[in-house]
């Protein structure tokens, strides 16, 4: 069944950010293709492409973010799942977000290469276009 998803690799490096809930999103948030904010208790999250992250932020760099297509949306269960029993097997870390209609994955960089082959070996289609590599 995985062969239905096509992985989108994006060209950018990603950061992920802690930061005090009750501070704004800083403006330097909104550069880029892709963001993601999760509010919490006490805090919020933010993804973004590191190159917007000053040196001065405490951030998680070096993130690489897939999209993977997936045309049921809400209908679809256990995509993250499918998604992450390979990487989980072979000790590489995932850090999974989902928008309303799409579905996305952060992989550190260094373990970018190992990803992608266990992801391909386990039925997803790659799609390189977007890869910077």
């Known amino acids: 069944m995985n062969a ?3 992985i989108h690799l994006h060209p950018e490096t990603y950061a992920v950010c802690s930061l005090p809930a009750d501070l704004p999103v800083p403006y330097w948030a909104w550069q ?3 963001i993601s904010i ?4 006490g805090f919020y999250s933010l993804v973004c492409p590191a190159k917007a992250v ?17 045309a049921q949306g809400f209908a ?7 998604l992450s029993a390979p990487l989980a097997a072979a000790g590489i870390s995932l850090y999974g977000l989902s ?5 996305y994955a952060l992989v550190k960089e260094a ?23």
């Open 54 to 70: 000053p040196e001065e932020q405490v951030a998680e760099r070096g993130w690489r973010l897939l999209h993977i297509d997936c």
């Open 38 to 41: 999760t509010r919490a208790a």
């Open 111 to 133: 373990r970018l290469d190992d990803a992608l082959a266990l992801l391909a070996e386990a039925g997803f289609r790659l799609h390189a276009a977007h890869s910077a590599r």
């Open 76 to 82: 679809e269960a256990g995509l993250m799942a499918r």
């Open 4 to 6: 239905a998803y096509t």
């Open 99 to 103: 928008a309303f209609d799409s579905d």
């Open 32 to 34: 880029g293709e892709f």
